[in-house]
């Protein structure tokens, strides 16, 4: 079965230290891998996607991912936390043996950076 | 820029009444999605729609649940009879193809 796992209800960081919010994934055919970010009372708002390629993908605000195929994994960095970072990241994956019908959502990592 | 447009942003209801919820998706995507969240928790997956059938749909996608795409434009999603626990975030959401899915701001459903 499908599924999305993000491990850590919230991380805490300092402005200007490195973040890593982690998600690790099970699909049955090849995934195709998003981050998404919500600030309060808001929608979904797309950061960032692995479809095929570099490992390591960039999107906006400076955030990057690095896809891991051994260990399942697409963790979201930035080399410098800043606190208008802080919100709440998901993590969602389109599974090819499921005709990439929907996105899975992992349960979401709140992410606070402090001044 | 393109957006996924919701309306109402907000929307009271009685127990046991008829709710439908808009959405305008991006005019040239041609997949599209409903999605709750209940309390700013869990996304849960609704229902997803192409080429006017459904595509695939979750457990809580009952027989009071149902979609439509009435003009060509417009993507809505009709609750027949609210139940206190369909209190949720609605999001509705559209993609070119299997990329990314873009979302809307959502429509906040109190059932009363």
């Known amino acids: 079965a499908q599924s999305v796992a993000q491990p850590e209800d919230q991380v805490n960081v300092a402005e200007g230290n490195p973040l890593t919010v982690k998600c690790t994934y099970s699909?049955?055919?090849?995934?195709?891998l998003f981050w998404y970010v919500q600030y309060p009372n808001r929608g979904l708002q797309f950061l960032l996607k692995?479809?095929?390629?570099?490992?390591l993908v960039k999107g906006s605000y400076g955030f990057e991912a690095e896809f891991n195929k051994s260990q399942t994994s697409f963790h979201l960095k930035k080399p410098s936390a800043l606190v208008s970072d802080s919100a709440l990241y998901f993590c969602?994956?389109?599974?090819?043996?499921?005709?990439?019908?929907?996105?899975?959502f992992g349960s979401g990592t709140k992410l606070n950076v402090k001044p | 820029e393109p957006e996924v447009t919701q309306t109402p942003s907000h929307q009271v209801t009685q127990m046991g009444q008829e709710v439908i919820l808009r959405c305008v998706p991006i005019?040239?995507?041609?997949?599209f999605y409903w999605y709750r969240q209940i309390l700013g928790q869990k996304v849960e997956f609704l229902v997803s729609?192409?080429?006017?059938?459904?595509?695939?749909k979750s457990e809580i996608f009952d027989d009071q649940f149902s979609v439509e795409r009435p003009d060509g434009s417009n993507f809505t999603l009709k609750i027949r009879s609210t139940k206190l626990e369909d209190s949720a975030m609605y999001f509705c959401?559209?993609?070119?193809?299997?990329?990314?899915?873009?979302f809307g701001q959502g429509t906040r459903l109190t059932v009363v």
């Open positions: 005019s040239n995507h041609l997949y």
């Open positions: 959401a559209s993609s070119e193809g299997f990329a990314e899915a873009f």
């Open positions: 969602a994956v389109r599974d090819e043996g499921n005709n990439f019908n929907k996105f899975y």
């Open positions: 699909v049955s055919g090849n995934p195709y």
């Open positions: 692995y479809i095929t390629g570099d490992n």
């Open positions: 729609f192409y080429n006017n059938e459904i595509s695939e």
